[in-house]
């Protein structure tokens, strides 16, 4: 969910503010996080202890809602080009053989 917060920084940035990041975001569950308001996104923005740039708070925001809506259509987010396997993809994108 937080990958988005990470472009532009480095990771040990994101890795110190994690605690608060976990917190504010709801620890994470996308089904808190994909209800958020506006509201939400300004708490968000006095949170001294996270990242406070808008658009990587809206963006996770609308990475929650987009993540249930692949549930919601039946896809298994598993299979995504996006999901992050345990082993490495060649060049075709398919798991390489070891």
């Keep these: 969910m937080l ?5 532009g920084l480095a990771w040990l940035t994101i890795l110190r503010r994690w ?10 569950d ?14 968000l923005m006095q949170d001294p202890g996270i990242i406070r ?10 990475n929650a809602r987009a993540y249930l809506a692949t549930g919601a259509a039946g896809e298994d987010f598993s299979s995504s080009p996006f999901h992050v396997s345990q082993r ?5 994108g398919s798991p390489s053989r070891r």
């Design 3 to 7: 990958d988005g917060s990470q472009a």
């Design 19 to 28: 605690d608060a990041l976990r917190q504010g975001f709801s620890g994470f």
């Design 30 to 43: 996308p089904r808190v996080v994909a209800q958020f308001t506006e509201a939400g996104v300004e708490r």
């Design 53 to 62: 740039a808008r658009s990587k708070i809206v963006a996770t925001i609308g």
């Design 88 to 92: 490495p993809a060649n060049a075709s």
